[in-house]
Nanobody
């Protein structure tokens, strides 16, 4: 199945953006999903995950600023980003793991990835 991200763009420091990820899989409700990002010259890093039972995780640098959520009927994953900083600039990727039903914090490696959406935080 496919994942298609949208919602990226250019925003000033302190601003907000909401990323969306539309999934084509029938089993969206049972999937663990996450947002990852890769800045220029850096390795891809985990931003946030949400497991099949709704348990969420966040990397320390985005806690209190970013919120991950799922709309199961619409098969869409979201990432609400507030108080954006220049260091949040990166390509953001949506990813999914629908190979099982995941309880608690998801710490696996997703097997399906979107193509990414660019987020640029700059004045």
């Amino acid at each position: 199945f496919q994942l298609v991200e949208s919602g990226g763009g250019l925003v000033q420091p302190g601003g907000s953006l909401k990323l969306s990820c539309a999934a084509s899989t029938i089993n969206f409700r049972g999937c663990a999903m996450g947002w990852y990002r890769q800045a220029p010259g850096k390795e891809r890093e985990l931003v946030s995950t949400i497991s099949s039972d709704g348990t969420t995780t966040y990397t320390n640098s985005v806690k209190g600023r970013f919120t991950i959520s799922k709309d199961n009927p619409k098969k869409t994953l979201f990432l609400q980003m507030k108080s954006l900083r220049t260091e949040d600039t990166a390509v953001y990727y949506c990813a999914a793991d629908c190979r099982g039903y995941y309880f608690g914090k998801y710490n696996g490696i997703p097997n399906v990835w979107g193509q990414g959406t660019q987020v640029t935080v700059s004045s």
